[in-house]
Nanobody, 123 residues
């Protein structure tokens, strides 16, 4: 299984950006799709996830600004990011796996990872 994330860029505070992640090598109709990010000098952190049931989950700092969506017919997941802030600056990673609901925000619950795409937000 391979994941290819794209859509990163250099943005200004308040801008919007949409990240995409294409999954190949397997049908992932039952996977949970997740987005994580890692800022320089910090641990990788959970951003958002969407389960097969359609339930979506967000870390508190992005609620109301970010929206995760999945197009399972195309094996793709997206992260729409609005009202970007400098603190959103990080490398963003997409991931797929079968985390239990209580572990949807844990990186250990995801089996396959994309290579990451850089998002930089200037003030």
């Amino acid at each position: 299984v391979q994941l290819q994330a794209s859509g990163g860029g250099l943005m200004q505070a308040g801008d919007s950006l949409r990240l995409s992640c294409a999954v190949s090598g397997d049908t992932f109709s039952s996977y949970t799709m997740g987005w994580f990010r890692q800022a320089p000098g910090k641990e990788r952190e959970f951003v958002a996830a969407i389960r097969r049931s359609g339930g979506d989950y967000y870390t508190d700092s992005v609620k109301g600004r970010f929206t995760v969506s999945a197009d399972r017919s195309k094996n793709a997941v997206s992260l729409q990011m609005n009202s970007l802030k400098p603190e959103d600056t990080a490398v963003y990673y997409c991931a797929v796996g079968y985390p239990v609901l209580s572990a949807v925000a844990l990186a250990t619950g995801y089996r396959y990872w994309g290579q990451g795409t850089q998002v930089t937000v200037s003030s």
